[in-house]
């Protein structure tokens, strides 16, 4: 408190100091009662920085000092001509005046630069908020500004109902509808006007933001709920017809062999005892499948990494796979940091894709380059190909496109174990060629051996 009366006071002493100091330099070569008018430009400095009842005190302590040190007889407060009376009273109606018209226009120039900092708050929290910046990141930067302009040393939004505090609480509200409340520090004074002006704009545009939050949750929630209902129903369409199947294959060649009525050869009973291996082969494979999927959604498939020469895993993988012997493979021989299971999964699943679209009569190429920092394993195939449309969709799950056969799982599987070790699965594909499927691999960063 005493702070803010020094300043002013010591700034209207000054002034009416420095016009004394001027009437006494100028009264040898002006007359005296003309010189009055100085002390106007006393009032006016004091006017615009400290306001009217400050210009005021001014005002009067210019006249008295005129009075006192200037107006027969000196170093009294009386005056004996009327002019004397006249001129001071002009001055002092004069100074009033315009201590007036200073104050006000000071109080209209603090007024629009008040109104100008709510305007660019509020068209800031607007373009922020409705060009698609969330609440939560932008609100640490709305509660400063928002005490700047309320002249508070800081403010706090909080959204929800409002809970105790030691500050003053002022709820934000909207056409009844309570938004938030912004919390102040106990000895913050805001200026009414600001208050009832800002706050109501302010609680608007942090409605807006509240709702489109809202909104982006339930569309991410209605836009989740879409992707399970597809997954469930392409998982249905999966068990009713590749489970399906299988079993039922399955079901037969045992229900045949059971059947005593039938006499079989050596050969059907064989023929039958490799249906059931196959289909129950192949519903192996599904079920493994479906499982892998799982887990990779999950976020269960924690790889174990090891370092693995690369054109090994793809050997091996090879020598495991029906049709291997389709396969040519050349290239470099890199070394990657792997789970060497998940991997050799991935390039099966890979290999096999090419067998079944290339002719019997084809071969499936592979071929591993390696730059600075990936290897890269290239599976062409012999087939069709891929239209540009179908280069992504065929690593979605259940996706099968034009393919008779297969749960759509296989490429899914392998983008999911190829991502979980680093790595990344694509597809290439030009009209009348066959497709690419390549994997690529960060490069295993080997120490170098010290000399012995």
């Known amino acids: 408190m005493r702070t803010r009366l020094i300043q002013p006071l010591l700034g209207s002493a000054a002034a009416v100091t420095s016009a004394t100091l ?50 027969p007889p000196v170093h009294t407060f009386a005056l004996n001509d009327s002019t004397n009376w006249f ?28 109104r100008e900092r709510e305007a660019s708050l509020l068209a800031k929290i607007a373009v922020q908020l409705l060009g698609g910046q969330g609440l939560d990141g932008e ?53 009414v006007e600001v208050r009832r002006r800002f706050l109501p704009a302010l609680a608007a545009l942090l409605a807006v933001g509240v709702d489109r939050t809202r909104l982006e949750q339930e569309a991410l929630e209605a836009e989740t709920l879409r992707r399970s209902d597809l997954v469930k129903t392409a998982l249905l369409r999966a068990v009713s017809h590749d489970l399906r199947s299988p079993l039922t294959g399955i079901t037969t060649a045992i229900g045949a062999l059971r059947n005593e009525t039938l006499v079989f050869s050596d050969d059907d009973r064989r023929e039958l005892l490799d249906t059931i291996a196959v289909d129950a ?30 054109d090994e895993l793809v050997h091996e993988t090879i020598d495991r796979l029906a049709g291997g012997d389709r396969v040519d493979l050349g290239g470099e021989s890199p070394l990657v940091n792997v789970d060497a299971v998940q991997i050799q999964r991935v390039l ?21 380059t390696a730059t600075r920092q990936e290897a890269i394993v290239r599976v062409v195939d012999q087939g069709p190909g891929l239209p540009e449309a179908e280069l992504e969709r065929v690593f979605e799950p259940f996706y099968r496109g034009n393919r008779p056969s297969g749960a759509g799982l296989g490429l899914a599987i392998a983008r999911g174990f190829a991502e979980a070790n680093g790595g990344r699965v694509w597809a290439e594909s030009r009209p009348g060629q066959g497709a690419t499927f390549a994997l690529a691999l960060p490069i295993a960063e080997v120490p170098a051996e010290l000399p012995a």
């Open 22 to 71: 001027a009437v006494w330099a100028l009264t040898s070569i002006a007359p005296t009662l003309s010189l009055g008018v100085l002390y106007v430009f006393a009032v006016l400095p004091v006017a615009v920085f400290w306001g009217i009842r400050w210009a005021l005190a001014v005002a009067v302590a210019s006249m008295l000092s005129f009075n006192f040190f200037f107006l």
């Open 348 to 368: 099966a699943n890979l290999i096999e894709n090419a067998l079944k679209f290339s002719p019997l009569t084809s071969h499936v190429h592979v071929h591993i």
């Open 139 to 191: 609100l640490g930067w709305i509660e400063e500004r928002a005490a700047e302009v309320l002249g508070a040393p800081n403010a706090r939004i909080e959204f929800g109902p409002r809970r105790s505090s030691t500050g003053e609480t002022i709820p934000l509200e909207v056409e009844q509808r309570s938004v938030g409340t912004i919390y102040l520090p106990l000895r913050a004074d805001p200026n």
């Open 281 to 310: 082969e192949r519903l192996s494979r599904l079920v493994g499948d479906l499982l892998d999927l799982s887990r990779l959604e999950a976020g269960g498939a924690e790889p174990a990494l090891e370092v693995w020469a690369l």
């Open 87 to 114: 001129a001071l009273t002009g001055y002092s109606v004069t100074a009033v005046v315009v201590s007036e018209l200073a104050a006000d226009a000071r109080r209209r120039a603090l007024d629009a630069e008040q």
